[in-house]
Structure formats: structure tokens, C-alpha cells
């Protein structure tokens, strides 16, 4: 199966500074890269998505690069507020059927 | 606008007694429908997936069955829990075709003792 990997597991990071996400990814035939968050008992919902035709993508605070070379790709969170403490999830999305997510990444942003 | 229910919120369940969880798609007509399972701090594992009525594809085995009697219903049941069944479920939904957004439903957590 399609393996989607996360780092770090965990980060803690300031209100005001930038928090960084990684989410690396074997095949090389996806078409859309999505990231969703999931706060605390609640569902995941989505966050931002990029498709590869451009290898950024910004909304607002929140930018998504994407490296195909590398099959890499980043979240980076500018201006982290402590509402923005959640869980972040990137998924393959290659497979129609069978959207694989990756392990996870536990932000948590101090006032 | 589409709506996504998941029931019940919430059960507690003893081992060896059967579960039914349920979803209800509306607004969206004919869509890809999935069952996730999440442990406490975990990853979300696919369950299973429908493409149409009828028509449900298993991606791991957990001893859990899955079925689609209407298009806007999904069902997930055993007949037998184990405790390894403990955890939250997620429903959703997507558009069919690859590279689109799930939507999830609000989910269901399932405590087995």
C-alpha cells in the first residue's frame, strides 16, 4: 500500500512564528495533494490543496510547497495563532478509491 | 448544500455483541462513499469504499462488514465486537473520479470494554 509519511510527529511552536509540516510520498502520479486538520474530537476537514500543476500554493496564512522531484511536499503556517493547534493530515490521492493519509502531524501553538 | 450524518455519536459496547453504525448522504446524488477508523492520537485507516448501490470494496480486514442499501446510505456493522474495535469512525463522502475532496461526517466513537 501507498505509503504516506509525516514529520515531525509533534510540534510546539510560538504564537507569531512560522510552524513548518513535511509529508513525503512515493508514487509520482498523484494529481492533488490535500491537507486536512483535525482539532480535538472532531472530523477531519480540508485545509488547503494543491494540484501539481504549480508548486505553490498560498491561502492566507497557510502555503503549501510542493517539490515532484523530491516528492516532498510542506505546509508552512505563518503568524501561528493558538487556534490553529490541531492535527494536520497530508493524503495521497492517487487512487480514486483508496485516498491514503499520512501519520499525522500534532501542532500545538502557546499564547 | 450536501450533509453528511453519522449515527450514533457515540457507544459503548461489550466484546462479543454485535454493532451497526450508520451514514446519510443528502444533496449529492450517486457519490463515493468511505468508512475510515481512527485509535486515540492515530492515522485515519481506510475501511472501506462504494462506488455505487450495492457495491462495497474492503481495504483491510478488521472483521467489520460494510454495506450500501440505498445510494445516500452507508452501513457499517459486526456481529461481533472486539476490543480492538475501540476507536472513532468516520464516514464520508467525495465526488467520483480521482483528486477530490472527502467530506467527512461528525463521526462516531465506539468504546468496547
Known amino acids: 500500500q501507498q505509503q504516506v509519511r509525516q514529520s515531525p510527529q509533534s510540534l510546539t511552536v510560538w504564537e507569531g512564528e512560522t510552524a513548518i509540516l513535511n509529508c513525503s510520498y512515493e508514487?509520482?502520479?498523484?494529481?492533488?495533494f490535500p491537507w486536512y486538520w483535525q482539532f480535538p474530537r472532531e472530523s477531519p476537514a480540508l485545509l488547503i490543496a494543491?494540484?501539481?500543476?504549480?508548486n505553490k500554493k498560498e491561502d492566507g496564512r497557510f502555503t503549501i510547497f510542493f517539490n515532484k522531484r523530491e516528492k516532498k511536499l510542506s505546509l508552512h503556517i505563518t503568524d501561528s495563532q493558538p487556534g490553529d493547534s490541531a492535527t494536520y493530515f497530508c493524503a495521497d490521492t492517487s487512487n480514486t478509491n483508496k485516498v491514503v493519509f499520512g501519520t499525522g502531524t500534532r501542532l500545538q501553538v502557546l499564547p | 448544500a450536501q450533509t453528511i450524518h453519522q449515527w450514533p455519536v457515540a457507544e459503548i459496547k461489550a466484546v462479543g455483541s454485535p454493532l451497526s453504525l450508520g451514514c446519510t448522504i443528502k444533496g449529492k446524488s450517486s457519490p463515493n462513499l468511505y468508512w475510515y477508523w481512527q485509535a486515540t492520537g492515530g492515522t485515519l485507516q481506510q475501511l472501506f469504499y462504494s462506488i455505487t448501490v450495492g457495491q462495497v470494496e474492503s481495504v483491510v480486514q478488521l472483521n467489520l462488514s460494510a454495506s450500501r442499501p440505498k445510494d445516500d446510505q452507508f452501513i457499517l456493522s459486526t456481529e461481533k465486537l472486539l476490543l480492538s474495535h475501540s476507536g472513532f469512525y468516520l464516514c464520508?463522502?467525495?465526488?467520483?473520479?480521482?483528486?477530490?475532496?472527502?467530506?467527512f461526517g461528525e463521526g462516531s466513537r465506539l468504546i468496547v470494554v
Open positions: 464520508a463522502w467525495s465526488l467520483t473520479g480521482a483528486g477530490n475532496t472527502l467530506y
Open positions: 508514487d509520482s502520479t498523484f494529481d492533488y
Open positions: 494543491i494540484r501539481p500543476v504549480s
